[in-house]
């Protein structure tokens, strides 16, 4: 490595608790939360973008790896979590290689990813399996997390059993209730980055997402909340899985995964010039859930006989409300929802 690469190498990691944060609420005023929605709070309902404007975005390939290659995905559960919360999370992830579901499905939202091709052609993968679960409900890395100290704890899990699978792994690290994490709440909701091997021993793809039921879920489970200055401009929705701080984080998680695949090494698939400060495929989509979406309004989407609204149909019944990702086809965000 020469002395260049080495200083690119070296300021990543300088910078990495500033990068790739992602929060799924459209109305904060950071940057990338601006280009998803195209409003702040003082110009809710203003937006005229709706479910996006190819005049507006620069999504650009910079010439970096995607996942195409069948991904595993790596469960470490930190702190105390009930089985319904797992369980729900699990269909989830099951459901995106599941192309049984009815349409509007999990598998067919992301076929929208798997448009985002590398250098040599490849398509990002449409298989994700579950390949392994760690827990860890004694916090036994404390109840306040850094973005450093998260892959700690992936470091653990994998001394605990976990493979260290640098060719197809992806590891998701799920805080629960009562555990802080650095910017939590304040700036994100979850992030990804990849990990240091003089942490971790290899160069990982991972992501951490919060569960933010009892702490901000105005901020990080929108829209089963909505926050105070919103008055009656919307109202908060029933959650498909009737858990707002779980059903929030499977928004969060779609997201996530979301870009890490198009973007693992953030060298790939995003907006901007600065990749300390990409905007992603689902930065790009922020509160856009059906067709009509922005400026303040999610979009059309269904809802069940007990009054609780979804987007996309899983695995076993299941039903989710997920946000829609960026389409390098149409050039504006897309889901299987979406209104002809």
């Known amino acids: 490595m020469n002395s260049s690469s080495t200083f690119v190498v070296l300021l990543l990691h300088l910078l990495a608790p500033l990068i790739l944060s992602a929060s799924p609420f459209p109305y904060t005023t950071t940057k990338r939360s601006i280009y998803a929605s195209g409003v702040t709070p003082s110009g809710l309902g203003e937006s005229k973008r709706f479910e996006g404007s190819s005049d507006l975005v620069h999504l650009r390939y910079h010439m970096g790896p995607v996942l195409s290659s069948p991904i595993k995905l790596y469960l470490i559960w930190y702190g105390q979590w009930s089985p319904s919360q797992k369980s729900t999370i699990r269909d989830f992830l099951f459901s995106i290689s599941d192309s049984s579901s009815p349409s509007p499905s999990v598998s067919e939202w992301w ?63 799920f805080t629960s209730a009562g555990v802080d994490v650095q910017d939590f709440c304040r700036a994100v909701c979850g992030f990804h980055y990849f990990t240091f091997p003089s ?107 007990a009054g609780r609204r979804f987007n996309v149909n899983g695995r076993s019944g299941r039903k989710f409300l997920i946000q829609w990702v960026w389409s390098p086809v149409l050039r504006a965000c897309a889901g299987p929802n979406a209104i002809a």
């Open 111 to 173: 076929s929208t990813v798997t448009l985002y091709v590398d250098q040599t052609g490849a398509n990002v993968t449409r298989s994700l399996s579950i390949a392994g679960e760690s827990f860890d409900s004694s916090l036994s890395r404390g109840s306040t997390l850094t973005r450093l100290s998260i892959q700690q704890v992936i470091s653990d899990s994998i001394r605990s059993g976990l493979p260290a699978d640098h060719r197809n792994g992806v590891y998701l690290v």
């Open 199 to 305: 942490m971790v021993g290899h160069t990982l793809p991972y992501a951490w997402i919060g569960y933010s039921g009892r702490r901000c879920p105005d901020v990080c489970a929108y829209p089963f909340a909505v926050p105070a200055y919103m008055g009656h401009a919307t109202a908060a929705m029933r959650p498909p899985n009737g858990d707002a701080g779980v059903d929030g984080m499977v928004s969060v998680i779609a997201h996530e995964l979301a870009e890490l695949s198009t973007n693992p090494l953030v060298n790939a698939w995003y907006a901007g010039e600065d990749p300390t400060s990409p905007t992603e495929i689902g930065d790009l989509c922020e509160g856009v859930y059906g067709s009509g979406g922005g400026g303040g309004y999610t979009g059309e989407v269904a809802t069940d006989g």
